[in-house]
């Protein structure tokens, strides 16, 4: 994982614990226009179902002018639908959500951690050899081939066995 994707996860883990999101840090972090996208959508989401949340279902109910109705409509209706309103019983709801989803949360952050450090073992690697080709082609010019076959004993030895069993690629 490179270093930025590093820090999105980072921050997306921080964002879990904390309840608060630092949208702004993370889009800094991204480097694609795709991703850029994909945040965007995740965000405006993640701002709709938010709002949603905290607008209708966090509401408690006006409450009801019975007296008004009780001159409107009569007393005996009204007082009939006072009874029934107030004998339902909404039922609080218990998050259980969350503990069942937490452990899969935290083996996926084991699992971008050890795929980081792959990702860091394999840039180094590649970085390594990427000096090696530039340096090998700023000196291709004035390399002998005993120069090169120095780095590379392996080609060596499979010319020299092409060479032996009289081997010429036909």
Known sequence: MSGAGKKVADLAAKAA?????DWDGMAKL???EEARKEFSSLRR???????????RFS????PVNWEYYRK???????????????????????????????PKF???LIELKEAEQK?????????KEIAEVQELKKKISTMTANEYF???????????????NDYWGY
Request: charged share 35%; proline share 6%; no cysteine.
């Open 119 to 127: 990702s860091l073992q394999e840039t180094e690697r590649l970085e």
């Open 72 to 102: 409107g409509i009569g007393p005996r209706v009204v007082d009939m639908y006072k009874e029934a309103y107030d004998s339902i019983q909404v039922p609080k709801y218990v998050e259980n959500v969350t503990p069942q989803f937490k």
């Open 150 to 164: 120095e780095k590379h004993p392996e080609l060596k030895k499979k010319f020299d066995d092409e060479i032996r």
């Open 30 to 32: 991204l480097v694609s």
């Open 45 to 55: 989401a993640f701002d709709e179902v938010n709002s949603t949340l905290q607008t």
């Open 59 to 62: 509401q408690e109910p006006e």
């Open 17 to 21: 614990a904390s309840k608060g999101i």
């Open 106 to 108: 935290e083996s996926l």
